[in-house]
């Protein structure tokens, strides 16, 4: 036992904590929000902002580990806690930028998009010259399910578009076959195991659905993709679950963006994995035996409920093999995730 500090309180979290539960943990969560999915499944809840430092120092004493479940955590404040960390928070400050991840992943070798930052509506017509369009202008910071981002169509729409008054980045639109992620898990002594890669569909910069198996593509692209994500895990030192997001293209994978936490193309493996990402995760960090990652299930559908009331979900209850998740949010509003559905069968 011992109780784990979980920075972030939404479903990441609260699936997190349900896991420790099991293995016998106790979770303390640590969110500035008042609403906390993941604090109701736990034993105990600060409300603080992330930059509190006495908050966050009283936190830190009751824990005996602290990992993050959001990965906008603010990194400086933890410098206090960094001890207690798994993993070490170089990863945050890596995911968190995305010219810094770029940068670093093609460091190691990795094919991103063709991308410049765009500190201004000058550089964003130069980037838009250089690279072409169609393309995708991104903040650098902040981004997630889609949001701070820009499509841009015709170099014409880049003169249109108002710059974000924040550090952008402008990527050129990938012509992919499909999209997949790789997800592992990294022990204390180095050891890397990963789960089968689920072929990914979006709507709207939203994940939609997770499916395995993947097509032949995928499975053709999965071997260097997972070279590159052991690659990543190792330069960071890793500690516990690691995603790496992935277009497959005519010209093999090339590397999108990467979570440093468990991941929603990951949320299959509750069910459909011999061990799920969120128990690996706690395993990794609290220093256990890493578990079985294979795939226990011929065919495997995860499905996001996205934004529309929950209840409605109640239908798939009656279909053998289908598994709801609900996240527990009082609010519907659109693109919000409210729960998943994963759905079993025998291939
Ligand atoms: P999250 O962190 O929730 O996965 P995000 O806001 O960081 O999302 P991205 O992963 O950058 O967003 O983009 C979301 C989706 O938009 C991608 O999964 C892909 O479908 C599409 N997309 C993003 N960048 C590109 C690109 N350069 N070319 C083609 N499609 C893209
Ligand atoms: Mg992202
Ligand atoms: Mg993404």
Redesign the pocket.
């Known amino acids: 036992g011992g109780t784990i500090g979980i920075l972030g309180g939404g479903q990441l979290g609260r699936m997190m904590a349900i896991a420790a539960a099991q293995l016998g943990y106790r979770c303390h969560v640590y969110e500035p929000g008042r609403d906390s999915v993941a604090a109701e499944v736990s034993a105990q809840f600060t409300c603080a902002p992330w930059h509190d430092e006495a908050a966050l120092a009283r936190f830190a004493e009751g824990c005996d580990v602290v990992t993050w479940e959001f990965e906008n955590v603010p990194v400086a404040p933890l410098a206090p806690i960094e001890g207690l960390l798994a993993p070490h928070p170089r990863a945050l400050e890596t995911a968190q930028d995305r010219l810094k991840e770029k940068r670093f992943v093609e460091g190691l070798g990795g094919v991103p998009?063709a991308y410049a930052p765009v500190d201004s509506a000058h550089d964003l017509a130069a980037a838009v010259d250089r690279i072409g369009a169609p393309g995708?202008l991104?903040t650098r910071r902040d981004?997630?399910?889609?949001?701070g981002?820009w499509r841009i169509q015709t170099a014409r729409d880049a003169n249109a578009i108002r710059v974000p008054d924040a550090p952008a980045i402008y990527?050129?639109?990938?012509e992919?076959g499909c999209?997949f992620s790789v997800i592992l898990v990294r022990g204390r002594d180095g050891e890397v195991r990963f789960w089968d890669s689920a072929e990914n569909t979006?709507v709207g910069?939203i994940?939609a659905t997770s499916t395995l198996p993947a097509s032949a593509m995928v499975a053709e692209q999965v071997p260097a993709a997972r070279d590159l994500a052991a690659q990543v895990a190792e330069a960071l030192g890793y500690v516990g679950v690691l995603t790496l997001?992935f277009?497959a293209t005519a010209e093999g994978p090339v590397f999108?963006?990467m979570?440093p936490r468990v991941h929603n193309s990951g949320h299959w493996t509750i069910e459909g994995a011999a061990t799920s990402q969120f128990e690996n995760h706690v395993r990794a960090i609290c220093g256990l035996p890493l578990g079985d990652t294979a795939t226990t299930a011929g065919q495997v559908v995860m499905t996001n409920i996205i934004g529309e009331d929950a209840q409605a979900a109640h239908e798939c209850l009656g279909q053998p093999g289908a598994h709801l998740h609900l996240y527990g949010k009082r609010q519907a509003r659109p693109g919000r995730k409210m729960g998943h559905v994963t759905r079993i069968g025998a291939g």
Do not use: R, T
């Open positions: 998009a995708i991104k981004g997630y399910d889609g949001k981002q990527e050129g639109f990938v992919f999209e979006h910069g994940l997001e277009f999108n963006e979570a």
